[in-house]
């Protein structure tokens, strides 16, 4: 039950069986920052190239794949003033044809980011120079080293996690995800101070962030795809394209989940979900994209209690 | 300004150049009822084929194509005591290959839809049997003629709205549809009490229902897809397939929505929705998903005060 | 057997329960003309509406739902000499953001199509000028009457066919309908003098043609979806979004061929299929996608001979 | 110009960042010998996991990124007689629900493969016992390491190659593919002696081969995705998901080609794409799919030549 105090030096724009830059334990807290997607740090100086540099990998003693590593996101506090978006809706998310950028207008724009606040102020746009969006900061890209000793670009996702983009990852939320390397090598980076639904701007706030987790390694306990535990709800990612693909993976995440861990196999999972569940999209930009399964705790205790 | 009661006697599972059953004005209210998907009215009698029976289409007077036919929904009440939902995940909606409904489980299970009480449970579950979901009444399936002189089928949806399936539908919505045909012709049906994001089980829980609707002519305002206004926010739809061109139909109309009625034209419109979009998944079911885009009238107040 | 002459008067945009123009039994031929999709005829004259204006419906005697109708194609010829197409690849059918038609450019041109030639030569582009494409006319789009009385617009296809934007459909191949409406009402129109695999500019060659069709109904004999007979090959077709869905429709409808019809059940059909199937793409550009599963004759004629 | 007989003895199922095993100039010819799918070798032996073991990487030497690797395929001949394929078409290219392999029947079967004759012959499938397949044997899997120092799975695709499974890989075709990492490090593996379009079974006919290859570096040459001439066509080829984004990909690739090096820029490569591209279906089973554009150089000599 370790508290590590970790700053990185070395970063990697790819998940996969790099050397490990800590040895933690399970149940070990660490505090620990990020760089922002574009590789800045918190003086706002490039340190690494561009293209969500993690901070890691860190090495689970212990874990093996067949395991799960979980991840209790503790604390996401942007660790600097200056946040950016880019300005345009990426063009696969509009009508095929859809005008894209006008050339007399800027690609991105800086935020004014004011964690005393907890709210963010574009710059540089008159129009919008009144409005405040309200902090909600989240890890866009997190996760393991994935099978068969690949190493994958930090731009997209997969079962191990990666570039999922979605708002859910906040501090107070556990993230899970399935080990298949030794030693899980979990890493993390690309914190957002505030996303909408879907990253469709192709950025949500970029900044970089102290940050703090707990790993909780779960031995012999297999899942598919990345797994999450919200104040409200349990929810299951799938990340995939088209988002048809990221649903079904997904909803049979959520009815494995069901099963194996709450004991609804048979049709009562199919039954509850169908008046249940509810779905949320992570991504709609990166390479993979990424929707959400969610059933709310409310339910789970209503579905599961003595009578 | 007329309030019009109205007893269905005809039905109709296309949406298409029928014949009429009443002409109104914009701003009058009709009180009428709805058969369940299956036909079957507040009586539990068979009066009708099965497959989304419309009530209508109703007549707006003076309603051209090119004007905006609103719809606001005052009241949707199931008006008996049985609802039922099927029973298993749609094969579309998990992984390929993933198994289907064992042959000893029951396709179909009842509900019983307790207003007063504000709940429904389920019946002949015994595992469910302590289950009350809180009711949630929604239309699934309404809309107007399509453009073309088409009769396109009530289990589909197209511009012209249709099976949506969207839980976001219900009473103190307004729903906006683009007018095709001389008198736009709306007719509605499919009353679900509640249903889960994305009708993943191909149902919510059916049932006939008393609804009261008010229409609003928005003449020479013409508008690509179907739209709503709800207490908490302002939404787009798209339906079709695979749900990423869902997405691209619901995110193009909302842009167009910000430009021609908030004024949020350039980049403007654009910035708001990379960090403050919202998605909804209507429906993962029927021949056309969708994909329904949000703004919070918040985040709509914020950007558009006077400073 | 009789040979009908039949001059159009009215055409339909929709394919639906239309009054039929001419009623004919089963083993009649038919001579008649189609315009081309923007309504202009033989004299290039305008004669109504665009979009894929059809010429009939023809009432077949005794079709009931459940058959199927084989409509032989005997005869397709241009009849006048200007062909249009357009010039630039659909946005649907290039990377997300790829740049549209500039606007100095035409946005379409006309061919010289020169029937005795056998070619088509586009005119105005000096740089194509001595260019020369084998004619291969083809029917663009043709069908029945929907399942459930709908009125589908010709600008898209689904299990009754449609604009289907097959370059197969060139005479001597046989195509087949399922029959939804009693009569089948089989309508037909859009014919291409030339087009490429999927239809990317939106258009083929677009022309008007003379007609020459047999049909031959097949009593409870219910398919799927629309099937043809080429030379070459047995062939299936599915119509929808995405072409992924299209090979699902196309695939599964060709193992139901194989075991009903040629006595391949099991996994005779899949074995045979995973080393022999072939695929073309019909449309990358209509509402529907189409997609063409194929199987040779060779192959066919070396798996059912005696031994 | 030197000619290699390279025998290999270590094996990767990544394309990646490896050791090379051998440098090779531009101009060289390589002879050496794949395992099949599974790892086993030309006596039937398993010397390697399975999973489209890979032999190589080769660097080539001075290439760099932006560069282009051509590799001309010379020979590709199954090495043994045994080859095996999977005995049912996979569940995401038929209709959501259709039914999987029963569980009586083989997962796979075993092929007699004679090279002399040129045909294969499935076994133990008695219906089939006098089915001969004419041998087309193709490559499956190969590629060159991703950008980014990726180490991606060759059971997937993407811009580097990989496993796009295209029938069209045959002896006497040039593959290109664009160059990320100095050395280029190609490598190649999963020899298929025959394989129907879209490899939906998830097998060609799997087999060891010998394979011959000469590669040819083409300075400052920066492709998209990898292209190939063929004695018939060149191609371009996309590797994605859905289908309908591999059609993008190829199709923007090839509109790219057509402009550098045919001088076909503006509308001319449209116009011409419209009435004469073809389209092929590599695969529909892996991760990543792939779709081909083909155009013929019958057309490209009619379309380039001096008039």
């Not at 102290?210 to 909780?216: G, L, N, T």
């Amino acid at each position: 039950m370790a508290d590590h105090r970790f700053v990185p030096t070395v970063f990697h724009t790819t998940l996969g069986p790099h050397d490990p830059v800590l040895t933690i334990e399970s149940g070990d807290r660490v505090f620990t920052t990020t760089v922002d997607a574009g590789g800045f740090d918190a003086n706002d100086n490039p340190v690494t190239p561009a293209g969500n540099p993690q901070t890691g990998p860190f090495r689970v003693a212990g874990a093996e794949p067949g395991d799960t590593l979980a991840v209790h996101l503790e604390q996401i506090l942007p660790n600097r003033t200056r946040g950016y978006t880019k300005t345009w809706v990426a063009a696969n998310v509009l009508d095929p044809g859809h005008p894209t950028l006008p050339a007399d207008l800027p690609q991105s724009i800086d935020w004014n980011v004011d964690v005393e606040a907890g709210t963010a102020a574009p710059l540089g746009v008159p129009e919008l120079a009144h409005w405040r969006v309200p902090l909600a900061p989240m890890i866009g890209c997190f996760g393991v080293a994935p099978e068969r000793h690949q190493a994958i670009s930090t731009a997209t996702s997969e079962r191990h996690g990666g570039n999922m983009d979605w708002n859910g990852f906040q501090a107070g939320v556990t993230a899970m995800f399935p080990v298949f390397e030794p030693g899980a090598l979990f890493a993390l980076g690309d914190v957002h101070a505030v996303q909408g639904d879907g990253e469709i701007v192709g950025t949500g706030i970029e900044i970089s962030a102290d940050v703090v987790f707990r790993v909780e390694l779960l031995k012999d306990h297999a899942i598919g795809w990345p797994r999450a535990r919200t104040p409200d709800c349990i929810a299951t990612l799938g990340n995939a394209r088209p988002l048809d693909q990221c649903v079904q993976h997904a909803t049979t995440e959520m009815l494995r989940w069901l099963a194996d861990d709450y004991g609804l196999d048979r049709h009562l999972a199919h039954i509850i979900l169908g008046q249940a569940a509810g779905y949320q999209l992570g991504n709609m930009f990166d390479p993979a994209y990424t929707m959400v399964c969610t059933l709310t705790h409310d339910i789970l205790r209503a579905i599961t209690r003595t009578p």
